[in-house]
């Protein structure tokens, strides 16, 4: 097209493609003042959502490739969620810099919000194989949220797409692991260590892959621990606003590992 005859459209800005606008104005206090540090909390969260964001659309990508058994870029890609993982992680020490006194000045505002209502960490829960009716139930019906879940419920998570690789790359991977029940939790099966034992001795290329698989086990347990000696040292032995016991609660849900094979195999090594 002639320069002359194109449409006339504002020429594209930093501005204009990222939004700055809206993206500035989501940012809303509910404390009179309002309270300084009430910023920092609605931003972190946001931060992290943004990153759960990220973390799903890269775990989806890593599904994919293994399911078409290009293993050399899924890693790759576990090396970006490993990544995003451990910023995950650090961002916690910002948080940190509050102290019990200055969350205390605008808590009460937040009601009975609470992390534990963020379904973008449910669905990250659901791709690695943590899944729950009642983390979808707490939605309404036809929400974006409960949709989103209710997608993620019946679909393969990281591991059968990992499992299903391994078969076609030619391992025996009993039968018992390739049949599961997508929406449960892994269950430890000694045939599978049995292949994954053989794997760590004689196959480099799917050794590492086990090893980054691990990593994001890790990872995911380290940000837990982290959000709970956060959670601790911020409002001790307090309810938390989502309802729950609070630390007595999030401690439950610590050093539970969603890759167990992957874990026991090691003494063995
Ligand atoms: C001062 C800061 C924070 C405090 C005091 C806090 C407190 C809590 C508490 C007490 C729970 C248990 C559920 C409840 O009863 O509310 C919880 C759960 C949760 N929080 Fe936080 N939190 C903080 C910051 C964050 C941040 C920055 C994130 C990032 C998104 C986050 C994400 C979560 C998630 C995902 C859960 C659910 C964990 C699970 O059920 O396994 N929290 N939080």
Redesign the pocket.
């Known amino acids: 097209m002639p320069p002359d005859d194109r449409p006339s459209s504002p020429a594209l800005t930093y501005g204009s493609y990222l939004q700055i606008d809206r993206l500035l104005d989501l940012q809303r206090p509910r404390s009179e003042g309002p309270e300084h540090d009430e910023l920092l909390?609605i931003v972190?969260?946001q931060v992290?959502?943004l990153w759960?964001k990220q973390l799903l659309h890269e775990l989806d990508r890593a599904i994919a490739l293994l399911r078409a058994g290009d293993a050399h870029r899924a890693q790759h890609t576990l090396r970006r969620i490993l990544t995003i993982l451990k910023v995950m992680v650090a961002q916690?020490d910002i948080?940190e810099t509050?102290t019990p006194l200055e969350?205390l000045a605008f808590r009460s505002r937040l009601e009975a919000a609470?992390?534990?209502q963020?379904d973008q960490?449910r669905q990250v829960e659901f791709l690695l194989a943590m899944k729950s009716r009642a983390a979808i139930e707490r939605f309404p019906e036809g929400s974006r949220a409960r949709t989103a879940l209710e997608d993620r419920w019946a679909q393969p998570t990281l591991w059968d797409a990992f499992v299903e690789y391994l078969a076609r790359e030619g391992y025996a991977v009993p039968e018992s692991a390739r049949e599961r029940d997508v929406t449960a939790a892994v269950v430890a099966s000694p045939e599978l260590q049995q292949v994954l034992v053989a794997i760590y001795r004689g196959d480099p290329k799917n050794s590492e892959l086990c090893e980054r698989l691990v990593d994001l086990d890790e990872g995911m347990q380290e940000w837990?621990y982290r959000?709970v000696k956060?959670?601790e040292r911020?409002?001790g032995t307090k309810?938390?606003?989502?309802?729950?016991a609070?630390?007595e609660?999030?401690r439950t849900?610590l050093f539970q590992p969603v890759f167990p094979d992957l874990w026991e195999i090691r003494g063995r090594l």
């Open positions: 909390f972190i969260h992290y959502e759960f916690l948080l509050m969350f609470s992390g534990f963020s960490f837990r959000h956060m959670v911020t409002i309810r938390g606003t989502g309802g729950s609070g630390v609660y999030l849900t």
